[in-house]
Every structure is written in structure tokens, then in C-alpha cells.
């Protein structure tokens, strides 16, 4: 199993990003996804999650702003950062489940993350 996660850089505030992330090694190809992110000194928060049904859930810290959509590609995910605050600087992860069991468990594959830095 091998989750990659690409887009991430430097812009600045009321800037966009989008995020990419790709999982492979898996039979499934209906994956539980989401996006998590972690701050210097903060712990990993959750950012936004799709079901294999492409149902999605966004943190109210980022609804309005940030879009999490599935690629046409197996596995694969996006984030779609718009209005950018320099509160959104982080770490991003990119996180994947078989099942909606394993996801809720926790029992999550992790990506090694690409990092968003929002600064003038």
C-alpha cells in the first residue's frame, strides 16, 4: 500500500491550493478517503472525508472554503483549498480505509504528507 499526496507549496493569504492524493496497493478500488492536517505544535486534525459512495463531510473550520472531491482515476482524491488563511498552514495528510469500519477505527493508511504554507 502506497498513498501520495502532491500540490502543496507556498501562497499567500485569500490565495488556492489544490491538493492531490493517490493510493495504490489496494484490491479495493472504493476507497474511504479524507484529508487531515497537523500544525507545529498542534496535534492532527481532521479536515474532510469522502465515502466510496462520494458522500463528503468538511470540518466547519475549513466548510465554504475547501472542496474535497474523488479523481476519475482509481483512488485518487482532491482538496481544493480556495481563501486561504495563514491559520490553514500545516502539515497535510491524506488518509485511506477499506472499510467504513477501519475508518472509523482509525485504522487509517497514511500518505507522508505535503506541506501548506499561507504567508504575505
Known amino acids: 500500500v502506497q498513498i501520495v499526496e502532491s500540490g502543496g507549496g507556498l501562497v499567500q493569504p485569500g490565495g488556492s491550493l489544490r491538493l492531490s492524493c493517490a493510493a495504490s496497493?489496494?484490491?479495493?478500488?472504493?476507497?474511504?478517503m479524507g484529508w487531515f492536517r497537523q500544525a507545529p505544535g498542534n496535534e492532527r486534525e481532521w479536515v474532510a472525508s469522502i465515502d466510496r459512495d462520494g458522500r463528503t463531510i468538511i470540518a466547519d473550520s475549513v466548510k465554504g472554503r475547501f472542496t474535497i472531491s474523488k479523481g476519475s482515476a482509481k483512488n485518487t482524491m482532491y482538496l481544493q483549498m480556495n481563501s486561504l488563511k495563514s491559520e490553514d498552514t500545516a502539515m497535510y495528510y491524506c488518509?485511506?480505509?477499506?472499510?467504513?469500519?477501519?475508518?472509523?477505527?482509525?485504522?487509517?493508511?497514511w500518505g507522508q504528507g505535503t506541506q501548506v504554507a499561507v504567508s504575505s
Open positions: 496497493g489496494y484490491s479495493d478500488n472504493r476507497l474511504y
Open positions: 488518509a485511506a480505509a477499506q472499510s467504513r469500519i477501519a475508518w472509523r477505527a482509525g485504522l487509517r493508511d
